[in-house]
């Protein structure tokens, strides 16, 4: 497994950027996938973005498709969450997860294998 540990939540206003980012460690291979998944109290984790470590290619949930941006740093071990526009329903708990093997559905969170403690994400006036 990979250790995980996400920084850079916090409180922001409607229509304001933040970016949280989440720094891999104790696992010499690259995963195959990361992404960014964010919970509210009472609700399942959802799916936010995705990004595989080889090639690059991201994957995003419709409700922030064109506002958020997912990033990867491969030689540092970093992921990144740009998310400009922000909402209020765009708060929550963010969580940084890896899948160290190949998946079929990189926006399942069965999928991943390694996850951090979260940040937590507050948009309001």
């Known amino acids: 497994q990979v250790h995980l540990v996400e920084s850079g939540g916090g409180l922001a206003q409607p229509g304001n950027s933040l970016r949280v980012s989440c720094a891999a460690s104790?696992?010499?291979?690259?995963?195959?996938?990361m992404s960014w998944f964010r919970q509210t109290p009472g609700k399942e984790r959802d799916f936010v973005a995705a990004?595989?470590?080889?090639?690059?290619?991201?994957s995003y949930s419709d409700s922030v498709k064109g506002r958020f941006t997912i990033s990867r740093d491969s030689a540092n071990k970093m992921v990144y969450l740009q998310m400009n526009s922000l909402k209020s329903e765009d708060t929550g708990v963010y969580y940084c997860a890896a899948a160290s093997l190949s998946v079929l559905r990189v926006t399942l969170a069965r999928s991943y294998d390694s996850w951090g403690r979260g940040t937590q994400v507050t948009v309001s006036s």
């Open positions: 104790g696992r010499t291979s690259s995963p195959f996938a």
């Open positions: 990004i595989t470590w080889r090639d690059g290619t991201t």
